[in-house]
Every structure is written in C-alpha cells, then in structure tokens.
C-alpha cells in the first residue's frame, strides 16, 4: 500500500520499543530488530526536526539576520494508560533508568514508519480525577537522523 495520499486518523498507530541499536541505520537494519509494542498509548505527541536559530547582526545592516544551527529530531512525549504489567511499558521503564540509547518505532496506519533512536528521559504517573485513568507519559528525546519507510 503506498504512503497516504489523503488525511489519515492517528487511530491505528503504534509505537514500539527495541533495547538493540540497528546496526546500520537505515530501515533495512532497523527492520532486523526485535520489537515489543507499547500497550495503552493514549497519544504520542510531536516529533519532527527542530534547528536553533543563530542570529547574525553585522554593522554594515540593521536586520538580525537567522541561520539555522544545531538541531535535535524530537522530544515527543507518550501518554499511556498506566499498565506497568504491560512488556512494552516495561521496557520502556528499563529504557528510563539506562543512559544507553534505544530504538523506537512509530507506525501509521497507512503502514509508514518512522524511526529513531534515543532516551526515555521521564515518565511522570497522574492519578487525574476521579473519573480518569492512572496515566503515564514517557518522555523521549530522539538521538538519531530520523528514517522514514513508506509503504510500496
């Protein structure tokens, strides 16, 4: 199926977690990883490139000029109904007290694929009210040039 050429609905996404790092990174060595899904997201927020902006201010001109410097993929965050028993949330808490990379996995439901490597850096528990669910979000921070695998 080729990459959606119409709106999509976030429902059907998945995000997945693998310990390993790909030994090359490129879809190929990312697809050859074992992956566990993460159960109960309720949302996975934005990802995306992000540069910092550098201003240039010369005498000869008045305008700040910007130029683009470093940039970092994302810190997108992932709220989950609290599941702990759950192996993808498991792991991803053994992500969050590792200072070592893993390797994430977002999939659409049109069948792309966007992954990345990176750190679990939080993941904060809300009670919420009385008529809500114990939720967590998983805070991650991307450390890898994002790969993008759309479907054929």
Known sequence: MPAATKPQPSAGATLSIASALPTTE???GYAA?????????????????????VPVNSLS???TRNLKG???????????????????????LEALVSDDDVSFKITLNDG??????GLVTSAPIS???VDELV????????????????PT
């Open 127 to 129: 009670l919420g009210g």
């Open 70 to 92: 470093s940039y970092t993929e994302g810190t997108p965050p992932v709220q989950v109904n609290y599941a702990p028993g759950d192996a993808g949330q498991q792991d991803m």
């Open 26 to 28: 490129d879809d190929t």
């Open 61 to 63: 001109q008045r305008q």
């Open 33 to 53: 990883l074992t992956w566990v899904v993460v159960g109960e997201i309720v949302n996975i927020g934005e990802f995306s490139r992000a540069y910092n902006l």
């Open 112 to 117: 792309t694929i966007f992954y990345n490597q």
């Open 135 to 150: 939720s967590a979000t998983f805070n991650l921070a991307f450390n890898g040039a994002m790969v993008i695998k759309y």
